[in-house]
């Protein structure tokens, strides 16, 4: 059981590339969700989904897209990426909906040039 | 919506007791969750009161008082493993709860 995994690891990007972060569980989990971790502050949810087949925003949607491309990957899109968007990323998942055991990937750094 | 304050840094020595505290302000409230951060890694998951009173696990315990809009939790017998950041969270009530918002964190250092 890998549990969440996360690729890639680092990336360097210069403003207005694009990537796409992935993120797979393999827990059979229902919801998974993305955040970003800058400094000295708390995990902020950029995006979610309840279940396969949905996704939402949460707090800091702008300037991301995702997919939902199966029960087992979530991945994360910067279409254009800028400085401010440099953080550390983390993918997350949970059984279902409402649960309060979220389980975490190790994270992408990603830095914006 | 909900906001949620933890001290930023908190000090100890080994073998010590400490306590990081955690107070929110919620329209509703679910719960309260503790996970655990070393070194900017994964989250982890600590522990989750929805009800008045202590849970222990191991070492470490955590505390909720509802009418107070607080909670803490409690690491003894301290190791220098234990030097980590610390995040309350509570969970969104405007999805059904199923999102978690969570505290800026609390990065505790453990001295010899």
């Known amino acids: 059981n890998a549990g969440v995994t996360q690729t890639p690891k680092f990336q360097v990007l210069k403003t207005g590339q694009s990537m796409t972060l992935q993120c797979a569980q393999d827990?059979?989990?229902?919801?998974m969700y993305w955040y970003r971790q800058d400094p000295g502050m708390g995990l902020r949810l950029i995006y979610y989904s309840a279940s396969e087949g949905t996704t939402d925003k949460g707090e800091v949607p702008n300037g991301y897209n995702v997919s939902r491309l199966n029960k087992r990957e979530f991945s994360l899109r910067l279409e254009s990426a800028a400085p401010s968007q440099t953080s550390v990323y983390f993918c997350?998942?949970?059984?279902?909906?409402?649960?309060?055991?979220?389980?975490f990937g190790p994270g992408t750094r990603l830095t914006v040039l | 919506g909900q906001s949620l304050e933890q001290p930023s840094e908190v000090t100890a020595v080994e073998g010590a007791i400490v306590q990081i505290n955690c107070t929110y302000q919620t329209s509703g409230f679910y719960g309260l969750s503790w996970y655990q951060q070393h070194d900017g890694g994964a989250p982890t998951f600590l522990s989750y009161n929805a009800l008045d009173g202590l849970e222990e696990t191991g070492r470490f315990s955590s505390f909720l008082s509802r009418s107070d809009s607080y909670g803490y939790l409690l690491l003894q017998e301290l190791q220098m493993k234990d030097s980590a950041s610390y995040f309350c969270?509570?969970?969104?009530?405007?999805?059904?709860?199923?999102?978690?918002?969570f505290g800026q964190g609390t990065e505790l250092s453990v001295k010899p």
């Open positions: 827990m059979n989990h229902n919801s």
């Open positions: 997350a998942s949970s059984s279902n909906w409402g649960t309060d055991t979220q389980y």
């Open positions: 969270a509570v969970r969104d009530l405007d999805n059904q709860g199923g999102k978690l918002i």
